[in-house]
C-alpha cells in the first residue's frame, strides 16, 4: 500500500512539473551591479555574420533585452530595416516575458508590419522595415528577438555594438565572424579588454569576441561621441562587389576609384542647359561669381527628396534626369551641381561625409563606409569651399553644423582622397547684440533689440527666418524665457554675403521685469541668455571634457532709468577667466542710463576628465555675474 502511495504522489508531482510554465530571463537572475542606472538591461545578444563571397553573406542575430522603466520603452520595439534589392529579412522570431520569466505574448506574422522605412520622405520606397511593438505591460519585462539578414552586394559590414546606449548594461554578448579562408577582411577593436580568439580550419577562419557582465555608463555632460568610449568592432572588406561594380577598400584612394566609377558617364547635360548657365554667367568675370550663380541657379531650380535607388542608394540620379525632373538626393544634387559648374569651366569634386551636428567618430586609418551624406568640394584658387547641395536656403560656402570640422572623403580623378572641412572659429560664430531697457515707475520694461547672428549661429537662427508667424512667435517667448513677456514686434533678415548672418528685431513688453522693494527698484542688467543652469556635478567622471565649437556672444544693454528715480549702487566689473573660456561684464552710468557690456567666449577645446570640476566653477561664475542687478531709489528719498 505505501508502495502504491510513493508511486501515485511521484505521478502526481509530475504532472505538476511538466505543466509548469517555461521560465526564461527572471528578473532574478540579474545581479544587481547591472541593475544601478539601468534602463535596459541586455540579457543576452549573439550575432554571427558569415561572408560567403565579396558580395553575399548571411547574419543571423538574437537578442534579449529586459525593459527596467519607461525610459528603455523604445528597445522593447522591434525594428529592422532592409533595403528589398540588396537585403533579405527572414526568420523574424519574438517573445516576451514578464518579470518571473513567464512568457506573455508570442510575436506571430500576422502582428508583423511591413512598411516602408521612410514612407512620405523617399520618392523610391525600396527601404523597407518590419516592426512590432509589444503591449504595455508592468515593469520590468523582457523581450526575445531573432532575425536572419541575407546580404546580396556588401560594401560595408555590420559592426558589433555590444553596449545600445547610455543606461544600458550587459550581462552577455558574443559576435562571430565566419570568412573563407580565401577572403580577407579588416576589423577594428574600439574600447575592447579580451581581442578576437581566432580558430581556423580547411575551409575557414572564425573570429569570436565576448562581452560580459558590464554596468551601465551614463551620459556625462560636455563629452565627445559616446563610441569614443563604447564597445564596439567595425569590419570593412578588402574587396567587395555591389550590383555587378568590383571595388577595393584596403585604401582611401581604392575606395575613391570605386566611387569615381559610380559617377562616370552622369554629368551630361543638355545643349540648351549648358547656353542657359553660360548665359547667366556672362558678365562675370571671377571662378567665385560664377560658382555663387551657378549654386544659386541650382537652389533655386531644385528641391531635395531622398532618392534610395541604385546600389544601395551609393549611386546618384545623372545629371540630366535632375536637370529635367527638379529634384534629387544629397547624391544627385551634388553630382548635378558638379556638372553644372563644369559647364563654366569649374571644376569641382563630389565628397563622402558623415553628417551630424555630433557626428561619431571618423577612424582615418580604417578605410571603410563612414559615411552619410554627399556635399561638394570646391577648390578656388584662394580657397577650398564647401557646398551643400541638399539646403535650398543655405547661402554659397555655408554649412553649418551639419558637416564642419570633419574628414570628408573626397573622389577626385585618383581616387578618394581625405580633406577636412571648414571650421569656423569664435570669430566666425559670433553674436552681436543690441539691447535696450526702457523701464516705467512701475518696474515693466519695453525691450527692444537688435542682434547678428554669425556664423554657426547663423545656421541655428534660420530656423527662425523660415518658420511661419505663429512658430516664430512660440519660438521666440521660447528663447527669450522672460516670464510674462508679450511679443510686440520682431523681424527677421537674411543677409547673404560671404559671411552670412541672420540679423533679428524684437520688440517686447516684459511686464514685472524690475523688482520693487520698498523705494527701491533693482533691476537684472543681463535681460537675454541668461545662464541659469550649471552643469551637473558627476562622480568618478571618465570622459574627456570638449567643447566643440568656439563662440563668443557680446552684448551691449542700455537701461533707462525710469523717470523719479536714480541710481543708487552699481556693481563693480567682473572678469572670469579659465582655460574654457573668458567672460566679461561692466556697469556703467550715464546721465540717466546704465550701459552694460558682456562678453562671453567659450573656446573650441578638449581636456581630460579632472578638469570637469573647473568648468563647473567657471559656469558658476558665470551665471553668479549674469545675475548682476542694479539699485535704483526714489529720487529726494
Not at 11 to 21: D, E, I, M, P
Not at 78 to 100: M, P, W
Not at 223 to 229: A, L
Not at 368 to 387: G, K, R, V
Request: proline share 4%; charged share 25%; aromatic share 10%.
Amino acid at each position: 500500500m505505501l508502495r502504491k502511495i510513493f508511486v501515485v504522489l511521484t505521478l502526481l508531482a509530475f504532472v505538476k512539473v511538466s505543466g509548469a510554465k517555461e521560465i526564461k530571463y527572471p528578473v532574478s537572475e540579474i545581479p544587481d551591479s547591472l541593475k544601478s542606472n539601468a534602463k535596459v538591461i541586455i540579457r543576452y545578444h549573439e550575432q554571427v555574420f558569415e561572408i560567403k563571397s565579396i558580395g553575399n553573406g548571411t547574419e543571423k542575430v538574437t537578442y534579449a533585452f529586459t525593459i527596467m522603466n519607461e525610459n528603455g520603452l523604445r528597445y522593447a520595439v522591434f525594428h529592422q530595416g532592409y533595403y528589398e534589392k540588396l537585403t533579405k529579412l527572414s526568420g523574424i522570431k519574438g517573445t516576451v516575458y514578464n518579470a518571473a520569466g513567464e512568457k506573455i505574448e508570442q510575436l506571430n506574422a500576422d502582428k508583423i508590419i511591413d512598411h516602408s522605412a521612410i514612407s512620405g520622405y523617399s520618392l523610391y520606397e525600396a527601404i523597407r522595415a518590419k516592426y512590432f511593438k509589444p503591449k504595455t505591460m508592468a515593469y520590468p519585462f523582457t523581450v526575445e528577438y531573432s532575425y536572419t539578414i541575407d546580404y546580396n552586394g556588401m560594401l560595408f559590414y555590420p559592426s558589433w555594438d555590444p553596449i545600445i546606449s547610455y543606461n544600458t548594461s550587459l550581462m552577455k554578448s558574443v559576435f562571430q565572424v565566419i570568412c573563407p579562408n580565401s577572403l580577407n577582411f579588416r576589423y577594428r577593436e574600439n574600447n575592447i579588454k579580451d581581442n578576437a580568439i581566432i580558430e581556423k580550419n580547411d575551409k575557414n577562419s572564425v573570429y569570436t569576441w565576448k562581452m560580459n557582465n558590464i554596468p551601465a555608463i551614463e551620459s556625462e555632460p560636455f563629452c565627445n561621441s559616446p563610441y569614443e568610449y563604447f564597445p564596439t568592432v567595425i569590419l570593412a572588406p578588402d574587396s567587395f562587389e555591389m550590383e555587378g561594380y568590383r571595388g577595393n577598400c584596403s585604401s582611401w584612394e581604392s575606395f575613391g576609384k570605386w566611387s569615381l566609377e559610380l559617377l562616370k558617364d552622369r554629368d551630361i547635360l543638355s545643349e540648351e542647359t549648358k547656353q542657359h548657365i553660360h548665359e547667366l554667367v556672362k558678365d562675370q568675370t571671377s571662378d567665385y561669381d560664377k560658382a555663387r550663380t551657378v549654386y544659386e541657379y541650382m537652389q533655386n531650380k531644385t528641391r531635395y527628396v531622398s532618392v534610395q535607388v541604385g546600389i544601395g542608394g551609393w549611386q546618384p540620379f545623372d545629371a540630366e534626369t535632375v536637370d529635367r525632373l527638379g529634384y534629387g538626393d544629397c547624391k544627385a544634387l551634388s553630382n548635378y551641381t558638379k556638372a553644372l559648374l563644369s559647364v563654366v569651366g569649374i571644376k569641382s569634386y563630389y565628397a563622402i561625409i558623415n553628417a551630424g551636428e555630433y557626428p561619431d567618430i571618423f577612424y582615418t586609418d580604417f578605410p571603410s563606409n563612414q559615411s552619410n551624406h554627399a556635399i561638394l568640394c570646391l577648390p578656388l584658387s584662394n580657397d577650398t569651399i564647401w557646398l551643400e547641395c541638399t539646403n535650398q536656403h543655405a547661402p554659397f560656402g555655408y554649412i553649418g553644423d551639419f558637416t564642419d570640422d570633419r574628414e570628408a572623403l573626397v573622389i577626385t580623378e585618383t581616387g578618394g582622397k581625405l580633406l577636412h572641412t571648414k571650421v569656423y572659429t569664435a570669430a566666425d560664430n559670433l553674436l552681436e547684440r543690441s539691447t535696450t531697457l526702457n523701464l516705467d515707475a512701475s518696474g515693466n520694461a519695453m525691450l527692444t533689440t537688435n542682434a547678428r547672428h554669425n556664423g554657426i549661429l547663423y545656421g541655428d537662427r534660420m530656423g527662425y527666418f523660415l518658420a511661419g508667424t505663429e512658430d516664430k512667435k512660440k519660438m521666440i517667448l521660447n528663447d527669450i524665457n522672460l516670464p510674462g513677456a508679450m511679443l510686440k514686434k520682431f523681424d527677421y533678415q537674411d543677409i547673404r554675403a560671404e559671411s552670412p548672418a541672420i540679423v533679428e528685431n524684437l520688440e517686447i513688453d516684459v511686464p514685472r521685469y524690475a523688482t520693487l522693494a520698498g523705494t527701491r527698484m533693482l533691476v537684472s542688467v543681463v535681460p537675454l541668455d541668461r545662464l541659469g543652469e550649471v552643469p551637473k556635478k558627476v562622480k568618478n567622471r571618465k570622459s574627456d571634457v570638449v567643447i566643440r565649437r568656439a563662440k563668443v556672444l557680446l552684448d551691449s544693454v542700455t537701461i533707462i532709468i525710469p523717470e523719479g528715480y536714480q541710481v543708487e549702487s552699481v556693481p563693480q566689473e567682473i572678469i572670469t577667466e579659465s582655460k574654457f573660456g573668458t567672460y566679461t561684464i561692466k556697469p556703467l552710468v550715464k546721465e540717466n542710463k546704465v550701459i552694460c557690456t558682456r562678453r562671453l567666449e567659450m573656446k573650441k577645446c578638449r581636456h581630460d576628465a579632472s578638469s570637469y570640476t573647473e568648468l563647473i566653477d567657471f559656469f558658476k561664475k558665470i551665471a553668479a555675474a549674469d545675475n548682476t542687478k542694479i539699485s535704483l531709489k526714489k529720487a529726494g528719498v
